[in-house]
């Protein structure tokens, strides 16, 4: 097991005025963390970023997202799903650029968009052949894959594990590598924990994000994490589980994500009490 802090806590893009972050980030004790690349125009910049993470000590995953309407591989226009597999590429060099291991993410469809019916057989259908051509490339390039089901607040094509899992199977071959979030699955789960047992029995879990119910500090709220913690090592889990956790400082992220006010003093009681958490629940849990 390795832990890890996602960067969106700080910024969308991150660059040299982050690096103190990094370094506290190793000095807690993290193992890498998850860098979001949403810039997919200078793969340099990624490359510059790997030689500071490894002069850090710091692993690293990626978080990608579908950026617009304009390249949505769900959609019924031909030219967005082309945009769609363009832009997927692109992030897929940059993530390889990095020394990403994971590409974590709803890359799937864009954020808060919606047709107001459930997923259709069509956007199903575009979305698999899009991910028909994506993993390979992905899988060449060493990266594992990490599609994140979101609440139905945010999207509306894989909301549960039940269906993240039957999408794995549409898209056929070996699948597609599912992302488990305590925080969609604390509300689109009716038992979170036994959707946990499914998605990793199926074969299909490769990531985790570990968020609190309110996307603020670690074991502050509601969501089971430590349960979701202790089930992992009891099914011999061995991959990441990366803090995620939202604040006001990124406008256009809070905004998707509807993080209209404070939930934490400030970013290092998120990352601490959050590791810490983590840490224990795994040391404490039985096998």
């Not at 040299?16 to 793969?43: I, M, N, R």
């Not at 039940?162 to 199977?169: H, P």
């Not at 074969?203 to 979701?228: C, F, K, M, Q, Y």
């Amino acid at each position: 097991m390795k832990i890890g802090m996602n960067l969106l806590l700080w910024t969308g893009h991150v660059g040299e005025e982050h690096v103190p972050v990094l370094k506290a980030l190793k000095a807690t004790g993290f193992d890498g963390v998850e860098v979001p690349v949403f810039d997919v125009s200078d793969q340099g910049h990624y490359c510059w970023l790997a030689g500071v993470l490894d002069d850090i000590g710091l692993e690293r995953t990626v978080v990608a997202i579908i950026p617009d309407e304009a390249h949505s591989p769900i959609s019924p226009d031909a030219a967005a799903r082309q945009g769609a597999r363009d832009h997927l590429r692109r992030v897929v060099d940059c993530t390889a650029a990095l020394g990403g291991q994971v590409l974590a993410g709803p890359w799937f469809q864009p954020l808060g968009v919606f047709t107001g019916e459930k997923p259709s057989g069509t956007e199903l259908d575009h979305c698999a052949e899009f991910h028909r051509e994506i993993l390979p490339y992905a899988k060449g390039a060493g990266i594992i894959a990490g599609l994140e089901p979101l609440n139905r607040f945010e999207a509306h094509l894989l909301n549960t594990c039940e269906q993240a899992i039957a999408y794995a199977e549409r898209v056929g071959g070996e699948g597609i590598g599912i992302l488990y979030d305590t925080f969609h699955a604390n509300i689109e789960e009716k038992d979170p924990i036994a959707a946990l047992c499914a998605l990793y029995s199926s074969g299909n879990l490769s990531h985790v994000h570990i968020s609190e119910n309110d996307r603020g500090t670690p074991g502050r709220g509601h969501a089971p994490i430590r349960e979701t913690i202790a089930t992992l090592k009891a099914l011999g889990y061995g991959g990441w589980l990366t803090i995620e956790a939202f604040g006001r400082g990124v406008p256009d992220l809070a905004a998707a994500t509807r993080v209209w006010r404070d939930f934490f003093a400030d970013e290092a009681e998120v990352y601490a009490e959050g590791y810490d958490l983590i840490r224990d629940c795994w040391e404490l849990a039985v096998l």
